[in-house]
């Protein structure tokens, strides 16, 4: 027979355990074969019983064309958006994280309960079934704050293996119907950390709906150096001649140099429908040789147009870096200034497939055939998963911004 005594987890406190039981002594029946185990009050776990809110999520009757998820704590700053997409004709709906967690993650919360959710919503619900989903809430790989700097991470992201790395992926989050990973369903992020940014982010998008902006001005096309990785400058007059002639600038920084960052700042300032860049990067750079970055945005002046950025390059999107924004997201969180939405990457890509990528998403956005912002990319995605070229960029590439929004 064998006994064990168990305390806490900290050696101090076993010893405790110990000589309180030497004191007061341990007396039990035993059984020879058999071994024991003896815990402190202390050292067992006790579980949380919570019993579940009433929830309606499952009721067949439900139909909503657009739905916005975020923490309860952000649905009041959601209200005037979710307002504008019904006086627009949207059957729009708000739907707390924490339910979500509650009736599709077993109380956990986790991005997998709101692809449960979203899965039902679009096989379940009374039909039509949803198109948009805006995902309002930032999110990290530290949401414990494990680092101590770490920003809050209201709304978690789906994590998915890729060829290169583990990265992350709305676009799973709604790819809900067959076995492929194609979304059927239109999703944006608004990276909000806080209430106020929730708030000045929805400021944002009714203001630039406000002012019938819509993506028909100037564009300016940023490429880096070409070298063994792809030729950027091609790429660009490419997309120049091919969607925006005669009313696209191309910066290159080839011939620029040192005077690309300026230049940049000077395109953004005079107002564009798009800023758009090819090259090598990171999360929150531009270019080998920093020709932007995540923390230029607080160089901006007041816009008189705020455009659509395009970042084909590798993890401009990258939005779960704890401590800093990615690019795509800095530009999104300047208030009156910046981009209204961005598509941008999470994970890296090759050149050939991403200007074919590129190349499908401004053939849609320059169509006139797309009233929203959300049926541009579920369009693009369609039309380049028919390419077969690396199927993975699906996946990584990112809407920040809300898929209703009206572009024309």
């Known amino acids: 027979m064998a006994i064990q005594i168990f305390g806490t987890r900290k050696c101090q406190e076993t010893r405790k355990a110990e000589r309180y039981f030497k004191e007061r002594g341990v007396r039990f029946q035993a059984e020879a074969g058999h071994r024991y185990l003896v815990a402190t009050r202390e050292a067992l776990l ?3 019983v919570a019993a579940p ?18 923490p309860r704590a952000f649905l009041a700053a959601a209200e005037p958006l979710l307002q504008r997409r019904r006086d627009q004709g949207l059957a729009s709906r708000a739907l707390a994280f924490e339910e979500i967690a509650d009736e599709f993650g077993h109380g956990q919360p986790s991005a997998e ?46 994590w998915t293996k890729t060829g290169y790395l583990w990265t992350v992926s709305d676009p799973l989050l709604v790819a809900v119907n067959g076995e492929d990973d194609l979304p059927d369903l239109a999703i944006g992020r608004l990276p909000a950390a806080t209430v106020e940014q929730a708030e000045m982010l929805v400021e944002k ?6 002012s019938g902006q819509g993506l028909n ?60 860049y090819v090259g090598h990067g990171g999360a929150a750079v531009w270019a080998s040789e920093n020709v932007w970055n995540s923390w230029d945005a607080a160089s901006l002046q007041a816009q008189s147009q705020q455009p659509l950025l395009l970042t084909m390059n ?22 009156g200034r910046g981009a209204i939405a ?12 991403a200007h074919v990528y590129h190349r499908a998403l401004m053939a ?28 993975e960029l699906v996946s990584v590439y990112h809407l920040f911004g809300d898929p209703a929004l009206r572009i024309r």
């Open 46 to 48: 006790a579980p949380r």
């Open 53 to 70: 809110a009433a929830s309606t999520l499952r009721a067949t009757t439900n139909q909503a064309d657009y739905l916005l998820i975020a």
């Open 113 to 158: 309960a709101i692809r449960g959710f979203l899965a039902y919503a679009f096989q379940s619900w009374a039909r039509p079934s949803p198109r948009y989903v805006l995902l309002l809430g930032d999110s990290s790989y530290d949401p414990r704050n494990f680092m101590g700097t770490s920003q809050p991470s209201p709304l978690p992201a789906l």
């Open 205 to 210: 998008l009714l203001a630039w709906e406000d």
């Open 217 to 276: 001005g100037m564009a300016a096309l940023v490429a880096d150096n070409p070298d063994l990785a792809g030729d950027f400058e091609a790429n660009t007059r490419d997309i120049a001649a091919s969607f925006l002639a005669g009313r696209s600038e191309q910066l290159l920084l080839s011939q620029l140099g040192a005077q690309t960052r300026p230049r940049i700042l000077e395109a953004l300032n005079s107002g564009l429908s798009y800023l758009d």
């Open 314 to 335: 590798c993890l401009n999107g990258y939005f779960v870096a704890p401590s800093f924004d990615s690019l795509a997201e800095s530009l999104l969180k300047a208030q």
């Open 342 to 353: 961005a598509f941008s990457p999470s994970g890296l890509s090759l050149d050939g497939p």
């Open 364 to 391: 849609e956005l320059t169509s006139g055939r797309h009233e929203r912002l959300g049926d541009v990319v579920l369009a693009a995605q369609q039309s380049y998963a028919q390419s077969g070229l690396m199927p």
